[in-house]
Protein backbone atom coordinates (compact mmCIF):
# COMPACT_ATOMS: atom_id res chain seq x y z
CA UNK A 1 0.00 0.00 0.00
CA UNK A 2 1.39 3.40 -0.44
CA UNK A 3 1.05 6.43 1.59
CA UNK A 4 1.63 10.12 1.00
CA UNK A 5 4.26 10.63 3.83
CA UNK A 6 5.53 14.68 2.15
CA UNK A 7 5.19 17.36 -0.56
CA UNK A 8 8.67 18.95 -1.60
CA UNK A 9 9.11 22.74 -1.52
CA UNK A 10 10.82 25.26 -2.78
CA UNK A 11 14.51 24.88 -3.19
CA UNK A 12 16.70 26.22 -0.13
CA UNK A 13 20.25 27.22 -1.39
CA UNK A 14 22.26 26.06 -4.23
CA UNK A 15 23.19 22.39 -3.49
CA UNK A 16 19.79 20.98 -4.08
CA UNK A 17 18.55 20.96 -0.76
CA UNK A 18 14.34 21.10 -1.16
CA UNK A 19 12.18 22.53 1.78
CA UNK A 20 9.78 19.50 2.89
CA UNK A 21 6.14 20.04 4.17
CA UNK A 22 5.64 16.49 6.08
CA UNK A 23 2.26 14.46 6.26
CA UNK A 24 3.52 11.65 8.13
CA UNK A 25 3.41 11.40 11.97
CA UNK A 26 7.04 9.07 11.67
CA UNK A 27 9.00 11.29 9.80
CA UNK A 28 12.67 10.07 11.40
CA UNK A 29 11.25 6.47 9.56
CA UNK A 30 9.73 7.00 6.86
CA UNK A 31 12.07 10.32 5.40
CA UNK A 32 15.46 9.12 6.60
CA UNK A 33 18.87 9.26 4.74
CA UNK A 34 18.79 6.38 2.31
CA UNK A 35 14.80 5.45 2.27
CA UNK A 36 13.93 5.05 -1.49
CA UNK A 37 10.30 7.03 -2.15
CA UNK A 38 8.06 7.24 -4.99
CA UNK A 39 6.78 10.08 -6.57
CA UNK A 40 3.62 11.24 -7.59
CA UNK A 41 4.06 12.27 -10.58
CA UNK A 42 5.61 9.27 -11.21
CA UNK A 43 8.19 10.12 -13.89
CA UNK A 44 10.09 12.62 -11.34
CA UNK A 45 11.34 9.37 -8.94
CA UNK A 46 11.82 6.73 -7.71
CA UNK A 47 13.87 9.09 -5.59
CA UNK A 48 16.95 8.17 -2.71
CA UNK A 49 17.03 10.91 0.01
CA UNK A 50 20.92 11.12 0.25
CA UNK A 51 20.62 14.04 3.61
CA UNK A 52 18.05 15.10 5.89
CA UNK A 53 18.45 17.95 8.58
CA UNK A 54 16.25 20.58 10.21
CA UNK A 55 16.76 24.17 9.93
CA UNK A 56 14.84 26.78 11.10
CA UNK A 57 11.66 24.80 12.23
CA UNK A 58 11.45 22.91 8.56
CA UNK A 59 12.90 19.73 7.28
CA UNK A 60 15.11 20.14 4.70
CA UNK A 61 16.32 16.94 2.33
CA UNK A 62 18.49 16.55 -0.69
CA UNK A 63 17.97 13.75 -2.92
CA UNK A 64 20.74 11.38 -4.38
CA UNK A 65 21.24 12.47 -8.01
CA UNK A 66 20.20 16.09 -7.37
CA UNK A 67 23.05 18.35 -6.79
CA UNK A 68 21.97 22.40 -7.35
CA UNK A 69 19.05 24.63 -7.34
CA UNK A 70 17.24 24.15 -10.36
CA UNK A 71 17.04 20.21 -10.03
CA UNK A 72 15.83 21.02 -6.44
CA UNK A 73 13.39 23.39 -7.87
CA UNK A 74 12.21 21.25 -10.41
CA UNK A 75 11.07 18.63 -8.16
CA UNK A 76 8.52 21.42 -6.10
CA UNK A 77 5.32 20.35 -5.10
CA UNK A 78 6.56 16.54 -5.93
CA UNK A 79 4.61 14.58 -3.53
CA UNK A 80 6.88 11.77 -1.71
CA UNK A 81 5.17 8.06 -1.67
CA UNK A 82 6.05 5.19 0.98
CA UNK A 83 5.37 1.93 0.51
CA UNK A 84 3.65 0.21 3.64
CA UNK A 85 2.60 -2.92 4.61
CA UNK A 86 -1.13 -2.58 5.04
CA UNK A 87 -1.45 -4.43 8.25
CA UNK A 88 1.36 -2.13 9.99
CA UNK A 89 -0.48 0.41 12.16
CA UNK A 90 1.55 3.70 13.93
CA UNK A 91 3.37 3.29 16.91
CA UNK A 92 1.20 5.66 18.86
CA UNK A 93 -2.56 3.79 19.35
CA UNK A 94 -3.80 6.85 19.32
CA UNK A 95 -2.71 7.70 15.32
CA UNK A 96 -4.07 6.27 12.28
CA UNK A 97 -2.83 6.06 8.69
CA UNK A 98 -5.86 7.51 6.16
CA UNK A 99 -6.35 4.49 4.80
CA UNK A 100 -7.75 3.06 8.02
CA UNK A 101 -10.07 5.58 8.22
CA UNK A 102 -11.33 5.83 4.76
CA UNK A 103 -15.05 4.21 4.55
CA UNK A 104 -15.13 4.33 8.26
CA UNK A 105 -19.17 5.05 9.32
CA UNK A 106 -19.74 7.92 10.98
CA UNK A 107 -22.14 8.20 14.03
CA UNK A 108 -22.45 10.51 16.94
CA UNK A 109 -22.56 9.23 20.25
CA UNK A 110 -26.21 8.50 20.56
CA UNK A 111 -25.69 6.31 17.05
CA UNK A 112 -26.92 9.00 14.80
CA UNK A 113 -25.56 7.99 10.97
CA UNK A 114 -23.90 11.18 9.85
CA UNK A 115 -22.34 9.33 6.51
CA UNK A 116 -18.88 7.71 5.82
CA UNK A 117 -15.70 9.34 5.43
CA UNK A 118 -14.20 9.53 1.99
CA UNK A 119 -11.36 11.72 2.45
CA UNK A 120 -8.38 13.10 4.95
CA UNK A 121 -7.66 16.44 4.13
CA UNK A 122 -4.32 17.53 5.65
CA UNK A 123 -4.37 21.39 6.02
CA UNK A 124 -1.45 23.21 7.36
CA UNK A 125 -3.41 23.77 10.51
CA UNK A 126 -5.94 21.02 11.19
CA UNK A 127 -6.74 17.28 9.81
CA UNK A 128 -10.63 16.86 8.66
CA UNK A 129 -12.07 14.35 7.73
CA UNK A 130 -14.38 14.73 4.88
CA UNK A 131 -17.79 13.18 5.46
CA UNK A 132 -20.19 12.10 2.38
CA UNK A 133 -23.78 12.31 3.85
CA UNK A 134 -26.45 10.39 2.72
CA UNK A 135 -28.97 12.94 1.56
CA UNK A 136 -25.94 14.49 -0.52
CA UNK A 137 -23.48 16.40 -0.06
CA UNK A 138 -20.29 16.56 2.66
CA UNK A 139 -19.23 17.48 6.24
CA UNK A 140 -16.13 18.25 7.25
CA UNK A 141 -14.97 17.33 10.35
CA UNK A 142 -12.23 18.60 12.42
CA UNK A 143 -10.11 15.39 13.54
CA UNK A 144 -9.24 16.58 17.53
CA UNK A 145 -10.06 14.43 20.14
CA UNK A 146 -12.95 16.50 21.55
CA UNK A 147 -14.97 16.23 18.43
CA UNK A 148 -13.95 13.03 17.30
CA UNK A 149 -13.91 10.75 20.71
CA UNK A 150 -13.67 7.34 19.56
CA UNK A 151 -12.27 5.70 16.78
CA UNK A 152 -13.42 1.53 16.75
CA UNK A 153 -11.50 -0.18 13.77
CA UNK A 154 -13.43 -3.05 14.77
CA UNK A 155 -16.59 -2.12 14.32
CA UNK A 156 -15.26 0.15 11.17
CA UNK A 157 -16.73 3.40 13.02
CA UNK A 158 -15.97 6.66 13.74
CA UNK A 159 -18.02 8.31 17.24
CA UNK A 160 -18.18 11.89 16.93
CA UNK A 161 -19.50 14.45 19.09
CA UNK A 162 -20.13 17.94 17.24
CA UNK A 163 -20.35 21.38 18.29
CA UNK A 164 -23.50 22.96 17.89
CA UNK A 165 -23.69 23.89 13.81
CA UNK A 166 -21.03 21.59 12.72
CA UNK A 167 -23.12 19.98 11.10
CA UNK A 168 -26.01 22.26 10.25
CA UNK A 169 -25.74 23.12 6.07
CA UNK A 170 -25.11 26.60 4.99
CA UNK A 171 -27.67 28.94 5.29
CA UNK A 172 -29.00 30.05 1.30
CA UNK A 173 -26.20 32.66 0.68
CA UNK A 174 -28.09 33.87 -2.76
CA UNK A 175 -31.25 36.14 -2.80
CA UNK A 176 -31.46 39.73 -1.91
CA UNK A 177 -32.50 39.58 1.36
CA UNK A 178 -36.43 40.51 0.61
CA UNK A 179 -37.51 37.69 2.44
CA UNK A 180 -37.06 39.42 5.78
CA UNK A 181 -37.34 43.04 4.79
CA UNK A 182 -33.77 43.76 4.14
CA UNK A 183 -32.97 46.13 0.92
Same mark, same amino acid.
Given at each position: ?E #???A? +??R?? =?I ?8 R?DE??A? @?????V??T???G ?12 ? =? !?? #? $? ?5 ? %??S???? $????? @????? %? ?5 ? %????? &?D???I??D?V??? =????G???E??? $?P &?? %????VA??G???? #? +????E? +??PE +?D ?7 I????? $? #?E?P ?6 G????R !?
Amino acid at each position: ME #LVVAR +IGRAH =GIKGEVTVEVRTDEPEAR @LAPGTVLGTDPPGTGPLTIETGRVHS =G !RL #L $LRFAGVS %DRSGAEA $LRNTL @LIAEV %DPEETPD %DPEEY &YDHQLIDLDVVTRD =GTHIGRITEISH $LP &YQ %DLLVVARPGGGEA #L +IPFVEE +IVPE +IDLTEQRAVIDPPPG $L #LEEPADAGGDGAEDGR !R
